[in-house]
């Protein structure tokens, strides 16, 4: 059974950067037929996909249009985690983030982390 | 884009409920369906349309292909108060539906 651990910082100021980590039991970061992902919950919006990581072969990173060119998802094998990378962030990325793992084969979500509350405030 | 429908409903335990999806345009069958409670993550509970996830009841069955979406729970159960949302897995960006909220009469 696969767990996803979340960790970082829960209160950040604007035009700071967000950063958080995903480590992963009972799988590989590099596995091929997985694709990581980060997810983000607002009451206003709902449950919004931010990017994801994969491995075949190299890494191959996809964004969400509303975080791209502010955000990156890196992949560290040795630890057999993944993080995620907001910079530039306003009041408007509070939001509850949820990493997860997708199954290529289903297209499903069927692994989530515990979810971290981020609020962006000074 | 996903449209879900109704936004909240309320239904008497044992009742037969349904909940529908639109895709804006066809995504085929990659439609997958969440459970997430208060306080929690999501969970899968259907991927690919019809599915069962491991270790979901029964009770719960998906259909529907192209644009149109149904989850259905043939006989609600106190257990089941939660929200639904429907997430197309056609093509990135990976989009979710708003949610159903689902309660007990």
């Known amino acids: 059974q696969v767990q996803l651990q979340q960790s970082g910082p829960r209160l950040v100021k604007p035009s700071q950067t967000l950063s958080l980590t995903c480590a992963i039991s009972g799988d590989s970061v590099s596995s091929n037929s997985v694709a990581w992902n980060w997810v983000r919950q607002t009451p206003s919006r709902g449950l919004e996909w931010l990017g994801r990581?994969?491995?075949?072969?190299?890494?191959?990173?996809e964004y969400a249009f509303s975080v791209e060119g502010r955000m990156t998802i890196n992949a560290d094998t040795s630890k057999n985690q993944f993080s995620l990378q907001l910079r530039s962030v306003t009041p408007e990325d509070t939001a509850i983030y949820y990493c997860?793992?997708?199954?290529?084969?289903?297209?499903?979500?069927?692994?989530w982390g515990q979810g971290t509350l981020v609020t962006v405030s000074s | 884009q996903m449209t879900q429908s109704p936004f909240s409903l309320s239904a008497s335990v044992g009742d037969r409920v349904t909940i529908t999806c639109r895709a804006s345009?066809?995504?085929?069958?990659?439609l997958n369906w969440y459970q997430q409670k208060p306080g929690e993550a999501p969970k899968l509970l259907i991927y690919a349309a019809s599915t069962l996830q491991s270790g979901v009841p029964s009770r719960f069955s998906g259909g529907g292909s192209g644009t149109d979406f149904t989850l259905t729970i043939s006989s609600l159960q106190p257990e089941d108060v939660a929200t639904y949302s429907c997430?197309?897995?056609?093509?990135?960006?990976?989009?979710f539906g708003r949610g159903t909220k689902v309660e007990i009469k």
């Open positions: 990581t994969v491995y075949r072969s190299s890494w191959i990173q």
């Open positions: 997860t793992k997708m199954s290529t084969t289903t297209g499903g979500h069927d692994s």
């Open positions: 345009q066809s995504i085929s069958k990659s």
């Open positions: 997430q197309q897995s056609y093509g990135t960006p990976l989009t």
